[in-house]
């Protein structure tokens, strides 16, 4: 999709849509996905080539035309992507968005691919143990 490794800088990209049904606009709070998200300026520095010039404008544009955009307008829709830490198994995406008047916050829980096949290790990759998604689960089957 990108024409990039991005486990190798560490990044797990997450598509998000979200459908504003409400009769105000919504921003996302790209914190509550990942605290330690990336922008993707962050993402396309970790790519580019030194003293890549022409080929860095490259490289970026794609990366800033499929990242998620604010705001979310009244009865409009808006797809893009997250740039967020990578997680093996489950992902835990915390998601919040804000209004004049309210803030609606969820959760999703984002079955990871099979990353048994990677050649670059996840240096950061946080398991679910970590993230402490057992004992989530363990509360959900009571």
């Known amino acids: 999709m990108f024409g990039a490794d991005l486990y190798a800088v560490n990044v797990q990209p997450v598509w998000l849509e979200v459908t504003n049904r409400t009769a105000q606009s919504l921003w996302l709070f790209r914190t509550g996905a990942d605290g330690g998200h990336f922008l993707p300026f962050d993402v396309v520095w970790a790519l580019h080539p030194l003293r890549g010039g022409p080929t860095n404008a490259q490289v970026d544009d794609p990366f800033y035309k499929l990242a998620f955009k604010n705001p979310i307008p009244p009865g ?59 004992a989530v689960r363990s509360l959900l089957a009571d």
């Open 76 to 134: 409009t829709a808006r797809a893009g992507i997250l740039f967020t830490n990578p997680d093996r198994g489950t992902k835990l995406c915390n998601i919040e968005l804000s209004a004049k008047s309210a803030l609606i916050h969820f959760s999703l829980f984002l079955p990871v691919p099979d990353d048994g096949g990677l050649d670059v290790p996840l240096n950061n990759a946080r398991t679910s143990e970590e993230r402490g998604e057992l």
